[in-house]
T-cell receptor
Framework: GAGVSQSPSNKVTEKGKDVELRCDPI?????LYWYRQSLGQGLEFLIY????????KSGLPSDRFSAERTGGSVSTLTIQRTQQEDSAVYLC??????????FGPGTRLLVL | KQEVTQIPAALSVPEGENLVLNCSFT??????LQWFRQDPGKGLTSLLL?????REQTSGRLNASLDKSSGRSTLYIAASQPGDSATYLC????????????FGGGTRVLVKP
């Protein structure tokens, strides 16, 4: 089947606006992850879902960031009141537990 | 806190030469280590995954070794080709880190024709 898909592929927004990023994991993968890749910062973990619950939200940088997952499938990462430092590539990955994580192509977010 | 380091940060070699990419991690309590490739503007492609009980994994021209006790992994790419040009990232799944990967900063590789 298809790999991990993410939408939109690119998003330009104005500072202060809210954005929603979507991730469709590989069918049957119970685990879903969000990472952020910023210029000069490398790849950092944001949040991890097992089924619909998020046992680890430790990487969310502020309370402006939230994520949910429904039906054990699609996940949405929401950033409220975006700031310029939120500009980055947001990557989603999915896996069976403890196995290889497969990454989507990412959403490139630019906050003006 | 797990820290993953990749040296060198960038590498340029002529076509045909073997590539050696290094990854080190500070906490040896890991479940597995994974090597990824990232092309400019693209997502990550998984290359190899080595479980903590394994010493190496091979796939075609790629071979990755793991020395868990010393906190090191090496990715070897034999007979490099221009198409191997990309950034290579290693990531560890630590026992204390739940199910999240900790990434190194990557090695940017350029294979010159």
């Amino acid at each position: 089947g298809a790999g991990v898909s993410q939408s939109p592929s690119n998003k330009v927004t104005e500072k202060g606006k809210d954005v929603e990023l979507r991730c469709d994991p590989i069918s049957g993968h119970t685990a879903l992850y969000w990472y952020r890749q910023s210029l000069g910062q490398g790849l950092e973990f944001l949040i991890y879902f097992q089924g619909n619950s998020a046992p680890d939200k430790s990487g969310l940088p502020s309370d402006r960031f939230s994520a949910e997952r429904t039906g054990g499938s699609v996940s949405t990462l929401t950033i409220q009141r975006t700031q310029q430092e939120d500009s980055a590539v947001y990557l989603c990955a999915s896996s069976s537990m403890w196995e290889t994580q497969y990454f989507g192509p990412g959403t490139r977010l630019l906050v003006l | 806190k797990q820290e993953v380091t990749q040296i060198p940060a960038a590498l340029s070699v002529p076509e045909g030469e073997n590539l050696v990419l290094n990854c080190s991690f500070t906490d040896s309590a890991i479940y597995n280590l994974q090597w990824f490739r990232q092309d400019p503007g693209k997502g990550l492609t998984s290359l190899l995954l080595i479980q903590s009980s394994q010493r190496e994994q091979t796939s075609g021209r790629l071979n990755a070794s793991l020395d868990k006790s010393s906190g090191r992994s090496t990715l070897y790419i034999a007979a490099s080709q221009p198409g191997d040009s990309a950034t290579y990232l290693c990531a560890v799944l630590g026992e204390a880190a739940g199910n999240k990967l900790t990434f190194g900063g990557g090695t940017r590789v350029l294979v010159k024709p």
